[in-house]
């Protein structure tokens, strides 16, 4: 039987925007003080997105079954349930409130280089109407979970949780990372089985924590780095090994390709693969969604994606 995996993240609705060049050449040819900048944006979409969604999106797309943990405003309903439904996402635990309007809202950036800039509006549904793991009437099924970035004493209760059902899990704490305290991420990434970031997510934590990357293995078991283009770090203990990404001729979006990394990470892991063979599986389906338009809309060919 297919391992079951639990989604635990935000839904959003994206508002995607594109400026024509690059921010560090803007920067360059503009004095740009205290982040104070008119940028000229060429294109303008709007798309489903946020954290939970998009991994759980690539986790259907890859052929598991997953379950999605999340609260959402009535615009869920708007058509976005019914794309995940379609998808093959269980969306019979996403807590909708009756009196709020609004999911999150994501307002991405991106330059033609795969650089963003983002705001993220967490949105009017409370998480206090969410859910745990363990009153999940299914949670026997799940055998792999990722605790996607929100609110940081959401996530702990998680971590918590997970722990008890002995359940492994990813912790993932993404644009929220500044929200967390010392004591907070100490105790997030001791419960975690693996810590996941990119560069600039890392270095929030390493300075919040008083350390170096190096000496992140005193603190977390697995972490891995993803560094865009470069691939992904890995570190256990006191080594480091790096997974090459896969070279992408023209970059058509990158908002939500960290979200595909992850999916594909987690297909591996929940199937037993080497940590290696399912991070180098993460960078070929984040190379797929480099090539999309909008964080949902790859098509994954599971034929020629080898997941053996």
Same mark, same amino acid.
């Given at each position: 039987?297919?391992? $079951?995996?639990?989604?635990?993240?935000?839904?959003?609705?994206?508002?995607?925007?594109?400026?024509?060049?690059?921010?560090?050449?803007?920067?360059?040819?503009?004095?740009?003080?205290?982040? =104070?900048?008119?940028?000229? @944006? $060429?294109?303008?979409?709007?798309?489903?997105?946020?954290?939970?969604?998009?991994?759980?999106?690539?986790?259907?797309?890859?052929?598991?079954?997953?379950?999605?943990?999340? $609260?959402?405003?009535?615009?869920?309903?708007?058509?976005?349930?019914?794309?995940? =439904?379609?998808?093959?996402?269980?969306?019979?635990?996403?807590?909708?409130?009756?009196?709020?309007?609004?999911?999150?809202?994501?307002? @991405?950036?991106?330059?033609?280089?795969?650089?963003?800039?983002?705001?993220?509006?967490?949105?009017?549904?409370?998480?206090?109407?969410?859910?745990?793991?363990?009153?999940?009437? =299914?949670?026997?099924?799940?055998?792999?979970? @990722?605790?996607?970035?929100?609110?940081?004493?959401?996530?702990?209760?998680?971590? $918590?949780?997970?722990?008890?059902?002995?359940?492994?899990? @990813?912790?993932?704490?993404?644009?929220?990372?500044?929200?967390?305290?010392?004591?907070?991420?100490?105790?997030?990434?001791?419960?975690?089985?693996?810590?996941?970031?990119?560069?600039?997510?890392?270095?929030?934590?390493?300075?919040?924590?008083?350390?170096?990357?190096?000496?992140?293995?005193?603190?977390?078991?697995?972490?891995?780095?993803?560094?865009?283009?470069?691939?992904?770090?890995?570190?256990? =203990?006191?080594?480091?090994?790096?997974?090459?990404?896969?070279?992408?001729?023209?970059?058509? &979006?990158?908002?939500?390709?960290?979200?595909?990394?992850?999916?594909?990470?987690?297909?591996?892991?929940?199937?037993?693969?080497?940590?290696?063979?399912?991070?180098?599986?993460?960078?070929?389906?984040?190379?797929?969604?480099?090539?999309?338009?909008?964080?949902?809309?790859?098509?994954? &060919?599971?034929?020629?994606?080898?997941?053996?």
């Amino acid at each position: 039987m297919a391992p $079951h995996i639990l989604v635990c993240g935000s839904l959003a609705i994206d508002q995607l925007l594109r400026f024509k060049g690059s921010f560090a050449q803007y920067q360059n040819d503009f004095q740009v003080e205290a982040l =104070n900048a008119s940028l000229p @944006i $060429h294109e303008y979409r709007t798309c489903f997105g946020g954290c939970g969604g998009n991994i759980s999106f690539g986790v259907a797309s890859l052929g598991l079954p997953v379950t999605l943990l999340s $609260h959402a405003g009535l615009d869920f309903e708007a058509g976005y349930r019914d794309h995940l =439904n379609a998808c093959g996402v269980n969306c019979e635990f996403i807590a909708v409130s009756a009196s709020n309007p609004f999911s999150a809202r994501c307002t @991405i950036i991106s330059d033609d280089h795969g650089n963003q800039i983002t705001g993220f509006y967490p949105g009017d549904a409370p998480a206090s109407e969410r859910k745990m793991p363990s009153q999940l009437p =299914n949670i026997a099924d799940i055998s792999f979970a @990722i605790l996607g970035p929100e609110e940081p004493s959401l996530m702990i209760a998680q971590a $918590h949780d997970l722990t008890r059902l002995g359940l492994p899990f @990813i912790f993932d704490p993404g644009q929220w990372v500044s929200k967390f305290s010392k004591a907070e991420l100490l105790e997030s990434m001791a419960l975690a089985t693996y810590t996941i970031g990119n560069a600039h997510e890392i270095a929030v934590i390493t300075a919040t924590l008083g350390i170096a990357v190096s000496e992140l293995g005193q603190v977390a078991s697995t972490m891995l780095i993803t560094q865009g283009p470069e691939g992904v770090d890995i570190l256990e =203990n006191d080594d480091v090994q790096r997974i090459p990404a896969i070279e992408v001729a023209e970059v058509n &979006d990158a908002t939500g390709t960290g979200d595909a990394f992850r999916a594909g990470l987690i297909y591996g892991l929940a199937k037993g693969f080497s940590l290696e063979h399912a991070a180098d599986l993460g960078c070929r389906v984040a190379h797929i969604a480099l090539q999309s338009t909008s964080p949902q809309d790859y098509v994954i &060919d599971l034929k020629n994606l080898n997941l053996e």
